[in-house]
């Protein structure tokens, strides 16, 4: 019976949170702008963001440029799921919504104390 080697199917599922000890931890950042798009919106006086999605939304552009340019813009432009508000937060800000206003819990009862002497 063989032993060793490769298994296929064996070892951490992908995606799961398991990292070998001493291995690096890299982040994930925004997609760095190639130079040539910083610097045509530089000639243009337009933010690279702008000028993205002004080729973008051009008709008369060559069609894999404004492919080019829609894949580059769509980090600043859309988010992450993870970066929104979950259900219970949603829910939590619903529910303080609706107990202002007319619905507010009122005042409490003015407490006077009358002292005998």
């Known amino acids: 019976m063989?032993?060793?080697g490769y298994r296929p199917g064996s070892g951490p599922m992908k995606g799961a949170k398991y990292r070998p000890r001493g291995s690096k931890v890299t982040?994930?950042?925004k997609a760095d702008l190639p130079d040539d798009i910083i610097k045509n919106a530089a000639i243009e006086n337009l933010?690279?963001?702008?000028y993205m999605l002004k080729i973008m939304?051009?008709?008369q552009e060559d069609k894999d440029m404004r492919a080019r340019m829609a894949q580059a813009a769509a980090p600043y432009i859309h988010p992450k799921a993870g970066e929104?508000?979950?259900?219970?937060?949603?829910k939590a800000e619903r529910a303080k919504d609706a107990g202002s206003g007319k619905f507010a819990a009122g005042k409490p009862p003015v407490l006077k104390v009358v002292g005998n002497k």
């Open 27 to 29: 982040v994930k950042k």
């Open 57 to 59: 939304n051009d008709p």
């Open 47 to 50: 933010t690279p963001l702008e």
């Open 2 to 4: 063989p032993r060793g």
């Open 84 to 90: 929104s508000k979950g259900k219970k937060d949603e």
